[in-house]
Structure formats: C-alpha cells, structure tokens
C-alpha cells in the first residue's frame, strides 16, 4: 500500500519569498515520486520526478524538491515566488509493486501576495 | 500534437441520464488512465488500459460506469444512470511504457460532469 501526506492545504508566501510545500509519503517499494501543479480549471502539469537516481531533482519553472528516504519526505521548494506560480500542488507517489497508478496528496494551495 | 485530448470539456445533464467522455492519449502510449477529481480534492484512481487490456479498476467504478479502449487507441468512459455525486472532473492520462514505474505520465484538461 502507498499513501502520501501533504502537511498544509494552503500556503500564502510574499511575491519574492521562497516557497516550501510539504510531502511525506509511505510505500511497501521503492517509490517513484512526482510533484504536479493544476492551475484553475486545468489539467495536471509535471512539476518534476524522482526516479532513485539524484535525490535533489530540479523541474520546471525554478522548483525543486528532494527525496529524503530517512524522513519519507519529498518537499517542494523554489527560491523566489512569482505571481504566477499561484495554483493546486499535488505531491504524488507511484509504487513499482503492483497497480499502475498514481496516488495523490489532497493537494497544497499556493498563494502568492503581491 | 499533441497532448493528451478529451471531449467534451464540459457537460451538464440530468439526474439518470447517461453521459459518455472520450480520451485520446498521445500517440503510442501504450498506457491510458482514468482519474476522477472532486472539489477540493487529489485526483482519485478509476482504471487503466495497457493497450485494449484493461487491467484494473477501482473500487470507486461501481457498475453503472465503462470504460473501454477498443483498438489501443482512444478510450471512452461512460456513465450510465447518472447520480448527482457523480459531478465532477474525469480526467484522462497516458504514459509512454508498462511495467516502469519512473516513466511519467501525462495528463488532459479534463472532463468536467454536473449532474443537476
């Protein structure tokens, strides 16, 4: 079985400021990790991945998050937040023991103040 | 090309209708998912085809809903005697090979279904 926490539903950051969205995840293998943003009205977007290969893994638009195996944490983070970064973080976790699937976090709401 | 296409985008129908939502996954995308996505909520597992196999289905899909995939290509899900707590985003995704758990998997914009 797999499951995956995100710790805060919403998170408000000045423009500028960095951003830390939290994750922590369980699985019964070696997961593969992914961060997706939805933005209003839109489908799911990759943020970036991890695979176990380098546990820093850097994706689009300036974020990057880090596999911490010990801690079963993934966290999201990019050092200064544009406006646009506004919209839905999904952490997801995706299990190499059987159903195919994906399974995501309730999602982090980002906001961003000007 | 081409992401992964589906139709319509949105649709509003009355309760015990029956509703049909097509997906057209990249091209040879062995892969096809099903999610479903309420308010507020992480987009929930339905279903997946490896090619015109479908290999697993949720416990979420109750009997009043299909899903097919006839030629490996593009997907359709229907919904029969539609429920007002079927209202909400049907999205669709593939991924480009089986059995690795790395590879990505790329989602559409999604369906959106209000069942007044």
């Known amino acids: 079985a797999q499951s995956v926490t995100q710790l805060d539903s919403h998170v408000s950051v000045s423009e500028g400021t960095p951003v830390l969205l939290r994750c922590n995840y369980s699985?019964?293998?070696?997961?593969?990790l992914f961060w997706y943003v939805q933005h209003p009205n839109k489908g799911l977007q990759l943020l970036l991945k991890?695979?176990?290969?380098?546990?820093l893994v850097k994706g689009i638009n300036g974020f990057e998050a880090e596999f911490k195996k010990s801690e079963t944490s993934f966290h999201l983070t990019k050092p200064s937040a544009h406006m646009s970064d506004a919209a839905e973080y999904f952490c997801v976790v995706r299990s190499g023991g059987g159903a195919d699937g994906l399974t995501f976090g309730k999602g982090t709401h980002l906001i961003i103040q000007p | 090309d081409t992401g992964v296409s589906q139709n319509p985008r949105h649709k509003i129908t009355k309760r015990g209708q029956n509703v049909t939502f097509r997906c057209d996954p990249i091209?040879?995308?062995?892969?096809l998912y099903w999610y479903r996505q309420t308010l507020g909520q992480g987009p929930e597992f339905l279903t997946y085809f490896q090619n015109e196999a479908q290999l697993e289905k949720s416990r979420l899909l109750s009997d009043r809903f299909s899903a097919e995939r006839p030629k490996g290509s593009f997907s359709t899900l229907e919904i029969q005697r539609t429920e007002q707590g079927d209202s909400a985003m049907y999205l669709c995704?593939?991924?480009?090979?089986?059995?690795?758990?790395?590879?990505?998997?790329?989602f559409g914009e999604g369906s959106w279904l209000t069942v007044v």
């Open positions: 991890y695979t176990s290969a380098a546990t």
């Open positions: 699985s019964s293998y070696s997961p593969s």
């Open positions: 091209s040879e995308h062995n892969r």
């Open positions: 995704a593939s991924s480009p090979q089986s059995g690795v758990s790395g590879n990505t998997i790329y």
